[in-house]
Antibody, heavy 116, light 110 residues
Framework: EVNLVESGGDLVQPGGSLRLSCAVSGFPFSSYALNWVRQAPGKGLEWISY????????SYEDSVEGRFTISRDNAKNSLYLQMNSLRVVDTGVYYC??????????WGKGTTVTVS | EIVLTQSPGTLSLSPGQRATLSCRASQTVDSSSLAWYQQTPGQAPRLLIHGTSTRATGIPVRFSGSGSGTDFTLTINRLEPEDFAVYYCQQFGRSTFTFTFGQGTKLEIK
């Protein structure tokens, strides 16, 4: 069964740091690009970062560029998001999602980050 | 940066009716990179449609997508109770490896 499981969400003060993880199983991890998408409370979906299967191509949404770092460990079937200089507006549920061609076909259940 | 604008913001319909949701882009979008997602409260988004009109695995035939250029539509025929949710369109910028979501359309029971 294909599975993406996020972890690492917590309550953190403004200016603090967190590292999110996404553990993947059920498909060849190293063959797929991955994304982080977040959702503020009561708001819509916001894409925040992309990483290619080989980590050579990485992109960020403007508001997190320079503060967040996406990475992956293909040996551990894991995706990460290092979040520094956190702001109140970074509060929300963070999802990891598999990219298939140009769409996100598999999503995790999300992990909650609260900056307060 | 391409902006996706969804309309209406909220759509109130009854089970059995047809829903038509719009997604308009600020610039021409490659049809292969336009997708639709469904999200119910407390759940992760679920892929419905990709490449403008291809249903994802397991998605009922009452869901269909169409459009080109800057105007795209998600149609849901004969609404079932489980279809009342929030729907998002998304496009992928192949030259920048960035994604954009529309702000969502909430489909509610009338």
């Amino acid at each position: 069964e294909v599975n993406l499981v996020e972890s690492g969400g917590d309550l953190v003060q403004p200016g603090g740091s967190l590292r999110l993880s996404c553990a993947v199983s059920g498909f060849p991890f190293s063959s797929y690009a991955l994304n982080w998408v977040r959702q503020a409370p009561g708001k819509g979906l916001e894409w925040i970062s992309y990483i290619s299967s080989d980590s050579r191509t990485i992109s960020y949404e403007d508001s997190v560029e320079g503060r967040f770092t996406i990475s992956r460990d293909n040996a551990k079937n894991s995706l990460y998001l290092q979040m520094n200089s956190l702001r109140v507006v970074d509060t929300g549920v963070y999802y990891c999602a598999r990219l298939s061609y140009y769409h996100m076909d598999i999503w995790g259940k999300g992990t909650t980050v609260t900056v307060s | 940066e391409i902006v996706l604008t969804q309309s209406p913001g909220t759509l109130s319909l009854s089970p059995g009716q047809r829903a038509t949701l719009s997604c308009r882009a600020s610039q021409t979008v490659d049809s292969s990179s336009l997708a639709w997602y469904q999200q119910t409260p407390g759940q992760a988004p679920r892929l419905l449609i990709h490449g403008t009109s291809t249903r994802a695995t397991g998605i009922p035939v009452r869901f269909s997508g169409s459009g080109s250029g800057t105007d795209f539509t998600l149609t849901i025929n004969r609404l079932e109770p489980e279809d009342f949710a929030v729907y998002y369109c998304q496009q992928f910028g192949r030259s920048t490896f960035t994604f954009t979501f529309g702000q969502g359309t909430k489909l509610e029971i009338k």
